[in-house]
């Protein structure tokens, strides 16, 4: 069993940055494959970023790449989510979720999941 945990999410202006956090208990962080997805109201939700085991290789959806960063710390049990140049599509409920040996960006394949954290990006 993992928990996660994010935090970091708040209020920002267009343009603006935050960074997530995701900290995990339990079995060993290290063995699973962690992502970031987000819900904005009445929509699903939606893919954002994932790491490998080592955090050396990621994948991000179009909509945030080269403004997002995911990145892990194994030692910390905590995956981040650096977003640069907000803006209010951005808007929406943020998890971490982890899954074990998988590679996959759908939702679906995740077994483990935060509880979520609001981000609110004003135009």
């Known amino acids: 069993q993992v928990q996660l945990v994010e935090s970091g999410g708040g209020l920002v202006q267009a343009g603006g940055s935050l960074r997530l956090a995701c900290t995990a208990s339990?079995?060993?962080?290290?063995?699973?494959?962690v992502g970031w997805f987000r819900q904005a109201p009445g929509k699903e939700r939606e893919f954002v970023a994932r790491a490998s085991l080592t955090g050396i290789s990621t994948t991000y959806a179009d909509s945030v790449k080269g403004r997002f960063t995911i990145s892990r710390d194994n030692a910390k049990n905590t995956v981040y989510l650096q977003m640069n140049s907000l803006k209010p599509e951005d808007t929406a409920v943020y998890y971490c979720?982890?899954?074990?040996?998988?590679?996959?960006?759908?939702?679906?394949?995740?077994?483990?999941w935060g509880q979520g954290t609001q981000v609110t990006v004003s135009s």
């Open positions: 979720a982890a899954v074990f040996g998988k590679r996959s960006a759908a939702a679906r394949d995740y077994d483990y």
């Open positions: 339990g079995r060993t962080f290290s063995m699973y494959f």
